[in-house]
């Protein structure tokens, strides 16, 4: 249980919409969220689609802890095939949308075909109808929320909703809920917009009951929430400093990618730090950061809530701007401070504020304009190209003025809308692109954090960290300790960290509480909530059906073993400093042995053997 | 001793556990709409406040009601709903300045912040003590003693 065991199904061609039960053998296999979607992703949808054509389908997914007590439970999934990557693509976002989801008794909301003209989606409890948006497109995600709450005169709606990148056809645009919560990654925003879908408004007001055995859960999430206030991390590290607690400590292992991975240590490291989000500002003595906040169910609250100085040259004369907002997360922080050389903290907090206000992924609009300025410093690209703008690495200038484009899909910002692979490519420099099957690449250099090197070339949704979060491990030893320059024992690490990540995305729980808690934690919340039986076994299996079918479906797209690489440049170049000096990344020590022990053929392809020990679908 | 509710709105990350223990404790599911505790988001701002029933002692929903539905528990302090008096007139939901007497469309009664019985959940299931329940008589000693370590702190720089 746990589970509302209803699915809402859009048809958005001929806007139909209707109700129907959610597959409980499957939920017994893949659980929910992520997993469950993708279940019903592959068995609905060609791998071969064309990702924005109204073949694809997009999936918001909700795990059976999502809206319930227990910490964390607040996270939903979008699934759909990527317009960056060509992969399985699956972007997790919190915030308070998937719970209201929960609470007006859907555990899917599936969209599929193509509306003719602009609509939003309005779903009160039971009651669903597609609503003209022609007035709401070519607005902001902020703007497009506040007409949303005016229209219905409904405070409490909590709404899910493209900006104007994703509508330009920005590659990496993103879902941004309740303002400034995104499902970032992967163009899921870009599949929306393709589907003629400006928003998904929800109020509900059933509630999330079905739990298996609610006493027991009262008791094991209570007990668990005393695990992760005791803990150091999410108790005290991410509370105080949110992630950006990561970018001295990153920056000190020399595993801080910088100007588009030339460099791994960024001399202004400090400056755009969790720590300098802290230090009163000269001109009005508030800090950057206001204050932490929670997202539905959270009682870690990593998220920041910041401000920018409104006598800095990017908000100056836009008051707009001079509220708080959303504040700088750390693989955010990165990609657009040390992967750009910027390293001023008011400018990225403000680019941030547009990545959220017009729904970009700052991961990929960072690093696509790092590759940018080194296309431009290279010559490749110039003023002419650029409509101006002097686009060299550490000016806040262009990083804000490009930003101001990309978010609008204007001018030299449609090209970076492209992201760093398309763009690379069509200036005849594919080598510059750092990007895993098309995707950009987060905040840990490889050649510092090897296991990272071996997560990026193998997650199925491209270079990301949140498919195996191997930092936990090599860097702050949880739970266990392992060098970070070591390759040995990395692919058993690293699938170990994909199948637990898996079930963990699957649940509605946030990875972020993996840094207190593992399945042993986990698996008894969600046993006391769901139908079955959840041990931490079967959490692990259920994790690794995932993989496995998520990959399944990328071979089937077409990808490759060849697919599973990283950039010369960190193959090939060495580290120049720190601990990881002189060292690349070795992926070839990592590689065969994973295929080997996911049970992949020497070119990475499934056997036979494995389709049948998963069960996956024929 | 009777206690109070204490709300520090500086501690609030806006989780709402306190919505849902709340609502778990009066409807037996995680029901937010439902909560008798609301926590208020002021996004431009960066605050997040919860707000519910402070328990007026001359409660003007209990002065209101017709059928004397809304009762003082002497234990407590709280202004209770009978709910096999209320008639669902609304008439609370008007005469409470504050806005924390609701309609409940599913049941037909009014709803509100009972304390729990003495044992709030909120106050239990708030991650960062934002929610507290306290000696009646002494909401502000918190608050006193944080200046009196800052003014000790004073006097011995000086010192």
Known sequence: MAWTKKILRVNLTDGVISAEPLNMEWAQQYLGQRGLATRYFVEEVDAQVDALSPDNKFIMATGPLTGTMASTGGRYSCITKSPLTGTIACSNSGGFFGAEMKNAGWDMIIFEGKSPTPVYLYVEDDQARLIPADDLWGKSVWATDEEIHKKHQDPQIRIACIGRAAESGNLFAAVVNDLHRAAGRSGVGTVLASKNVKAVALRGTRGVGNIKDMKRFIDTTFEHKKVLAANAVTGAGLPTYGTQVLMNVINELGALPTRNMREVRFEGAHSVSGEAMHEPRASDGKKNLTRNGGCFGCTIACGRISSVDRTHFSVKDKPQYWGNSGGLEYEAAWALGPDTGVDDLDALTYVNFLCNEDGLDPISFGSTVAAAMELFEDGVITTEQTGGIELKFGSAEALVKIAELTARGEGFGKEIGLGSKRLCEKYGRPELSMTVKGQEFPAYDPRGIQGMGLTYATSNRGACHLRSYTVSSEVLGIPIKTDPLATDGKPELVIAFQDATAAVDSSGLCIFSTFAWSLDNIAPQIDAACEGDWSVEKCAEVGARIWQLERDFNMRAGLTGADDTLPKRLLKDAANVGPAEGKVCDLGAMLPKYYELRGWTTEGQLTPETRQRYGLPS | ?159
């Open chain 2, 1 to 159: 001793m009777q206690k109070s509710l204490h709300i520090d709105p500086e501690k609030c990350t806006g989780c709402l556990q306190c919505e849902m223990a709340c609502s778990y404790e009066n409807e037996g599911i995680f029901n937010p709409s439902k909560s008798r505790i609301k926590v208020f988001t002021f996004h431009d701002e960066g605050r997040f406040v919860p707000y519910t029933c402070t328990q007026c002692d001359e409660a003007w929903c209990m002065q209101a009601c017709p059928v004397d539905a809304i009762v003082l528990n002497f234990v407590t302090g709280a202004k209770d709903i009978l709910n096999d008096r209320c008639v669902g007139c609304k008439v609370c939901t008007i005469a409470c300045p504050f806005g924390t007497v609701n309609y409940n469309t599913a049941t037909g009664k009014v709803i509100k912040c009972d304390l729990c019985g003495g044992d709030p959940k909120c106050a239990e299931a708030c991650p960062t003590s934002a929610i507290t329940y306290i000696d009646a008589n002494a909401t502000g000693l918190e608050r006193m003693r944080m200046w009196a370590a800052k003014t000790d702190t004073q006097v011995s720089t000086h010192a």
